[in-house]
């Protein structure tokens, strides 16, 4: 039996030989993983993130599944053609990777990753890029944060504004909510303006970071770093 679907690539692993298994968030299936065969010609079709459209073998007794037909979908240019676009491509890669799992149909899910890499790829940078992606991303993944009031501080682990300090340690002061909220309100389109310096953009991505750790089973970002020191 064969099945047709368009698929975002979250990892490969090249085997010996021309082989190599690849994982996949398809937009029918969720998280998959499919093996493959590359030529030194085709290895530039398996880059992260691409978007591409699939048709696999189905054998609901494996756990993964060959493909018999592969092809892109998006071609992306202008993405690795920038520093920056690049850089914020493999960050956005590593956490999806962490936080997508799921071996089940989410097309609103698919369908906001798709658009962003299609906003990625086709439109002027915004520096703030990564963080309104990693804000608008936590409505699908669940712990959305409450930020629709004037309380002080926001609880990490709550996911809410509170006008009292927490009796544990994990929340943010004054000026740390401020930037959160700000953010908040940028990428749910309730402001349109979003003023971060570069300190002010560095420190709500690590908010953003820590706040993910409480919800997810995200761990360390290895890209983390490399996006702070090109932003910088």
Same mark, same amino acid.
């Given at each position: 039996?064969?099945?047709?679907?368009?698929?975002?690539i979250?990892?490969?692993?090249?085997?010996?030989?021309?082989?190599?298994?690849?994982? %996949?968030?398809?937009?029918?299936?969720?998280?998959?993983?499919?093996?493959?065969?590359?030529?030194? !010609?085709?290895?530039?079709? @398996?880059?992260?993130?691409?978007? #591409?459209?699939?048709?696999?073998y189905?054998?609901?007794?494996?756990?993964?599944?060959?493909? !018999?037909?592969?092809?892109? =979908?998006?071609?992306?240019?202008?993405?690795?053609?920038?520093?920056?676009?690049?850089?914020?491509? &493999?960050?956005?890669? $590593?956490?999806?990777?962490?936080?997508?799992?799921?071996?089940?149909?989410?097309?609103?899910?698919?369908?906001?990753? $798709?658009?962003s890499? &299609?906003?990625?790829?086709?439109?002027?940078?915004? %520096?703030?890029?990564?963080?309104?992606?990693?804000?608008?991303?936590?409505q699908f993944?669940?712990?959305?944060?409450? %930020?629709?009031? =004037?309380?002080? @501080?926001?609880?990490?682990? $709550?996911? $809410?504004?509170?006008?009292?300090?927490? #009796?544990?340690?994990?929340?943010? =002061?004054?000026?740390?909510?401020?930037?959160? !909220?700000?953010?908040?309100e940028?990428?749910?389109?309730?402001?349109?303006?979003?003023?971060?310096?570069?300190?002010?953009?560095?420190?709500?991505?690590?908010? &953003?970071?820590? @706040?993910?750790? @409480?919800?997810?089973? %995200?761990? =360390?970002?290895?890209?983390?770093?490399?996006?702070?020191?090109?932003?910088?």
């Amino acid at each position: 039996m064969f099945d047709k679907t368009k698929a975002i690539i979250l990892k490969k692993t090249v085997l010996p030989g021309n082989g190599l298994i690849v994982k %996949m968030y398809t937009q029918e299936f969720g998280v998959r993983s499919y093996f493959g065969r590359i030529s030194k !010609k085709a290895k530039n079709l @398996y880059l992260p993130l691409s978007v #591409v459209n699939i048709t696999v073998y189905n054998n609901p007794k494996k756990n993964i599944q060959n493909i !018999k037909e592969y092809e892109l =979908d998006i071609p992306f240019r202008s993405i690795y053609q920038n520093i920056y676009k690049s850089n914020i491509l &493999l960050f956005i890669n $590593e956490v999806l990777n962490q936080v997508i799992q799921e071996e089940e149909q989410n097309l609103a899910k698919f369908q906001f990753i $798709e658009n962003s890499l &299609l906003r990625l790829e086709k439109d002027k940078l915004s %520096m703030d890029f990564h963080l309104v992606f990693l804000m608008q991303l936590t409505q699908f993944l669940g712990f959305e944060p409450s %930020m629709d009031s =004037d309380k002080i @501080y926001f609880d990490l682990e $709550e996911g $809410e504004l509170t006008n009292f300090i927490p #009796v544990h340690s994990n929340f943010l =002061d004054a000026q740390e909510s401020i930037l959160l !909220k700000s953010l908040y309100e940028l990428s749910f389109g309730i402001s349109n303006n979003l003023n971060f310096d570069n300190k002010s953009r560095k420190r709500t991505l690590q908010i &953003l970071v820590t @706040y993910y750790k @409480y919800h997810t089973d %995200m761990k =360390d970002l290895k890209s983390l770093q490399v996006l702070e020191t090109v932003f910088n």
